[in-house]
């Protein structure tokens, strides 16, 4: 367990450091990086395999946080080519894909949780009142974005409402799950900090792509720094599931 994660952090500080200083050079720089974001992404999905392999009896769900890693790693591509096709018109199809992709990995680690936690856990009510707080928060989030920071979602303003629903969904059953469970399971919370690393890494990515900042290097190593934290999070929870 320890070993596959020193090597997804290393790879994760790897790309940082390069996404940094040679990836918005040059479209084969930009190709690069790509490349080797995708090795790290890789390394985080490891880390899930290694726990199937290794731990006795797991839960179904954990195979549903590898696909929903993989998914991960499809967004962790396509987003990085809308770097290296910035401005150009293929720009917007990159970023719709990886918003799809992203979304549909919280998708499939919704399953896994309902799947490892009984309803008892997560009543249909604790998920109503979730589904509630992140419908509010999403729309709230992605309008007021606009109106008090400047944010222009454009022709992406219902994706990024869809997205910003998934997400705070996802960080909202987590924490409930957390609090709800966690005498139970005392490594729920690995599983939800993860959830909400997802969360914050998508506040700075936001600045960076709707705000006019996407060449800002400090959101980009503050962005990808939470979002290989949260990914590693996740998959240190199948050792537990």
């Known amino acids: 367990m320890v070993a596959s994660i020193i090597v997804a952090s ?4 790897v790309f940082i450091g390069y996404r940094v200083a040679y990836a918005d050079k040059s479209n084969v720089n ?53 770097v290296v096709y910035h401005g150009k018109k293929e720009e917007g199809v990159y970023l719709t894909g990886g918003m799809a992709s992203f979304g549909i990995g919280h998708i499939l680690f919704f399953v896994a949780i309902l ?28 309008i007021g974005g606009e109106k008090l920071m400047g944010f222009n979602f454009g022709k992406f303003t219902i994706h990024s409402i869809v997205y910003g629903f998934l997400l705070i969904f996802m960080s909202a059953i987590s924490i409930a799950a957390w609090v709800l469970y966690g005498k139970n399971n005392p490594h729920m919370p690995v599983f939800s900090i993860g959830m909400i690393l997802f969360f914050l890494s998508d506040i700075f990515l936001t600045q960076m792509y709707f705000g006019g900042k996407w060449d800002d290097k400090f959101l980009c190593v503050v962005n990808h720094a939470l979002y290989y934290a949260a990914q590693i999070c996740v998959a240190s929870f199948i050792f537990y599931m």
């Open 10 to 13: 290393v790879l994760a500080v």
């Open 30 to 82: 930009g190709v690069i990086g790509t490349f080797i974001k995708a090795i790290a992404s890789l390394a985080f999905i490891a880390i899930g395999f290694t726990a199937v392999l290794t731990v006795e009896q797991f839960s179904k769900g954990a195979l549903f946080i590898i696909a929903g890693q993989v998914f991960g790693m499809i967004g962790d591509i396509v987003l990085d080519l809308k």
């Open 115 to 142: 799947l490892y936690l009984t309803s008892n856990v997560l009543s249909m009510a604790i998920i109503g009142i979730c589904i509630a707080v992140a419908a509010v928060l999403g729309f709230a989030i992605v």
